[in-house]
């Protein structure tokens, strides 16, 4: 396997050999790895179960889910540069990706045992959840920062594109799979296909959408392994003692000088903003549907294979502009379409549309979406997912770019400060709201301030020019 020179080597040794073929596509592979565990567990299959038949209300597992993902967030927040900059210090990326990788997937297995009506199921799924989320986002933080080393600068966007795109269909991949195979109706006992669920899982007590966790563990162990089989990682630099000691180091020289690096700055401020909407969105995106208009696992599903399916088409164009135009246009012009929506689906409800026009609402035996204001959540998710791909590629490439040399995983432990430190605060403005209104389209509409803050912020930031690819390709490198 190809050793990369470390990013803390200067820079004037020698040239750097960039991955090929085989590196590159385990780690685009590895996006895909992780992608399940979001669309399954936090958004889609689970979550809206936790919702609609665990938690006594719809307004109460919305709430509780938001509290427990701000707890995720905060212990981010408050461990992610140390641990970003240990790891610089010490070299390898690959055991944080396979340590961290385990505990997401103790997490989500641990889910399988939340039953409708189990004692402690509650506590064991927002516990569970969070462990899962926490061991996922911190694998996330180290396989990103493996990035600069992989490909030159100009090939940065692309790289990062295509792996969310990648990422996403791997997420609606295994979102048809437990709907056409595990996941059943629990009146019918039928799959989305008209089958019986496969293994002999029981509809009634909801097996199909509690074996959302364990899918989406065994899925990360079977696409992270080319990761850690062919992508090149850093050489080892120094021991775990003594990077421990220079992580701390750094990390307080990096606050220390933080405001020298003034675009970094405000593009981490900017991306701590608009990435709690987006958390806070997408956590809630199902678990809305199934409170608002009721929809079954089944139908929020459907829902979420449009979303992934519109957010694989959004992050491969993202990253073809991000080329071209530049991250921080592409990063733009998503949030304003994010805004649009999350306002949109405020104005939203079972009868009415956008807050002005009357609707029917459907009736049983009118089939999936039958309602007008289904029929809009469905667009707006579709613009959600085109807009989301490209905010999340765009950004981490925007960061590769900004990024002081050298420094590169203590940034992205910074990205995910950002990206974290504040991020209890969406979903627990989404739990206040509905909490305080008891009512879950209230508990949305703040979420639009999130995206124009953001927006604001971004556009403070200066983007430096393009540097020309320096380096040596590999002979069979890859262009993503």
């Known amino acids: 396997m190809t050793i990369v020179p470390s990013p803390d080597a200067p820079a004037a040794t020698t040239p750097v050999v960039y991955a090929g073929r085989p590196g590159i596509l385990g780690w685009l592979l590895f996006d895909c790895s992780t992608q399940p565990f979001f669309t399954l567990v936090t958004t889609f299959v689970f979550a809206p179960y936790f919702a609609s038949a665990v938690a006594e209300t719809a307004a109460e597992g919305q709430a509780l889910w938001g509290y427990a993902t701000a707890a995720a967030g905060l212990l981010i927040a408050l461990t992610a540069p140390f641990l970003g900059a240990v790891a610089d210090a010490a070299g390898s990326r690959k055991p944080w990706i396979a340590a961290f990788g385990g505990m997401m997937m103790l997490g989500s297995a641990a889910l399988w045992f939340v039953a409708p009506g189990a004692p402690f199921a509650i506590p064991l799924a927002l516990v569970a959840f969070a462990v899962g989320t926490v061991g996922v986002e911190y694998a996330t933080i180290f396989n990103n920062a493996m990035m600069p080393t992989l490909v030159p600068e100009d090939r940065l966007g692309r790289l990062s594109g295509t792996g969310w795109a990648i990422g996403y269909a791997g997420g609606l991949v295994s979102l048809l799979l437990t709907l056409g195979l595990l996941a059943a109706d629990p009146d019918t006992g039928r799959t989305l296909v008209g089958l019986e669920p496969l293994f002999g899982l029981d509809p009634e007590t909801r097996q199909g959408d509690r074996i959302a966790g364990p899918f989406a563990a065994v899925w990360f162990l079977v696409f992270a392994t080319p990761m850690f089989l062919f992508t090149p990682d850093v050489g080892r630099a120094a021991p775990l003692g003594e990077a421990l000691r220079e992580g701390a180091l750094k990390v307080k020289d990096t606050f220390t000088h933080i405001r020298g690096q003034r675009n970094v700055a405000i593009f981490l401020a900017a991306n701590m903003i608009y990435t709690d909407g987006l958390i806070a969105l997408f956590a809630f995106g ?43 246009r592409v990063v733009s012009g998503s949030l304003v379409l994010l805004g649009f929506s999350a306002a949109a689906i405020a104005s939203l409800d079972r009868d009415s549309l956008f807050l002005v026009f009357p609707a029917e609402p459907a009736v049983e035996g009118d089939g999936f979406f039958a309602s007008a204001p289904e029929q809009a959540l469905l667009v707006l998710a579709g613009l959600i997912g085109f807009a989301a791909g490209p905010v999340q590629a765009a950004s981490r490439s925007l960061l590769c770019r900004l990024a002081p040399p050298g420094k590169i995983t203590q940034f992205f432990g910074l990205f995910a400060l950002t990206g974290k430190i504040t991020s209890f605060l969406g979903p627990l403005t989404v739990g206040f709201v509905t909490d305080l209104t008891d009512s879950q389209r209230a508990g949305v509409l703040p979420l639009v301030a999130f995206f124009a803050v953001g927006f604001a912020l971004l556009s403070m930031v200066k983007t430096p020019p393009r540097a020309p690819a320096d380096g040596v390709s590999g002979g069979n490198a890859a262009s993503p």
């Open 286 to 328: 199902g678990v809305y549907a199934a409170g608002v208009f009721g929809w079954t696992t089944v139908e929020v599903g459907l829902f979420g294979v449009l979303l992934t399916i519109t957010g694989t088409v959004g992050a491969l164009l993202g990253g073809r502009l991000d080329d071209r135009i530049g991250a921080k």
